[in-house]
């Protein structure tokens, strides 16, 4: 009985791994805090955030950044879609810092100063650190060692944090 409801379960979560769900998934998590190396349910880095999100979704990817930097497909920003990944040098030369784009010129992520929380991608200070975006295809995992920088203005917006989150998911 147990092994039919989990597998129920992973059922569900591969037939609802879109997008929505992924931001819906990783909205739930505001305002945990965030520990380097940590991978708890109340306590987490920003790989094992993002692994976490799309685990609960049925996408498993590996649980450093420098290993999800190598799934999917490279995007450009002018590209992005809700649930893209957006990889920064932050601490250390190559990708150190893993967020998801949730819309809107926004991403969700774990920050060291104030955890799992929105920030704009074109703020000045994750502008200067962006590395690349990619794109994870369910059931398909492509890895690709040369992923190109760019470098695109996010949209600008006149909402307010919370009207911006509201009109993500509602769906517009």
């Known amino acids: 009985m147990r092994g039919g409801?989990?597998?129920?379960?992973?059922?569900?979560?591969?037939?609802?791994?879109?997008?929505?769900?992924?931001?819906?998934t990783a909205l739930t998590y505001m305002e945990r805090p965030?520990?380097?190396?940590?991978?708890?349910?109340?306590?987490?880095?920003?790989?094992?955030?993002?692994?976490?999100?799309?685990?609960?979704?049925?996408?498993?990817?590996?649980?450093s950044t420098s290993e999800q930097a190598q799934v999917g497909v490279p995007v450009y920003l002018h590209e992005l879609r809700p649930g893209d990944l957006l990889f920064y040098s932050t601490y250390r030369k190559g990708p150190s810092h893993v967020g998801i784009?949730?819309?809107?010129?926004?991403?969700?992520?774990?920050?060291?100063?104030?955890?799992?929380?929105?920030s704009r991608i074109e703020d000045p200070y994750w502008q200067k650190r962006f590395l690349f975006a990619r794109r994870v295809m369910t059931g398909t995992f492509v890895a690709s060692s040369e992923s190109k920088?760019?470098?695109?203005?996010?949209?600008?917006?006149?909402?307010?944090?919370?009207?911006?989150?509201?009109?993500?998911?509602?769906?517009r």
């Open 34 to 63: 965030y520990q380097f190396g940590a991978n708890e349910l109340y306590r987490m880095d920003c790989s094992a955030f993002v692994q976490r999100v799309f685990e609960v979704n049925g996408i498993k990817l590996p649980r």
């Open 101 to 118: 784009y949730i819309g809107k010129g926004k991403m969700v992520h774990a920050s060291e100063s104030t955890g799992i929380t929105v």
């Open 149 to 171: 920088r760019v470098k695109d203005k996010g949209a600008p917006s006149g909402r307010d944090d919370i009207a911006d989150l509201i009109f993500i998911l509602s769906g």
């Open 5 to 24: 409801i989990i597998g129920l379960v992973f059922s569900l979560g591969l037939a609802f791994a879109n997008s929505e769900n992924l931001i819906l």
